[in-house]
């Protein structure tokens, strides 16, 4: 999507969430709808990339199992 980081998808997220309970005092309703998907993208965003961690750090730890079992059976 932005190519951010989870970090930077964090505080995005945190930015918006701050700016979305402002409210109208700061922002019209369309900003503030504007707003609100954005931060159900960055969510998304942010969901799938921990997905993506999981999944990578599983395939590594079943990768240097096997490894692991080739090895010994040398």
């Known amino acids: ?38 931060l159900a993208k960055l969510q998304a965003q942010m969901a799938q990339v921990q997905q993506d961690r999981a999944t990578a750090n599983a395939d590594i730890d079943a990768r240097d199992k096997q490894l692991e079992q080739d090895l010994a059976k040398k």
């Open 1 to 38: 999507m932005f190519g951010l980081t989870p970090g930077e998808v964090a505080l995005a997220i945190n930015a918006i969430t701050w700016a979305i309970t402002q409210g109208s005092a700061l922002f019209d309703a369309l900003q503030i709808k504007e707003l609100t998907d954005l």
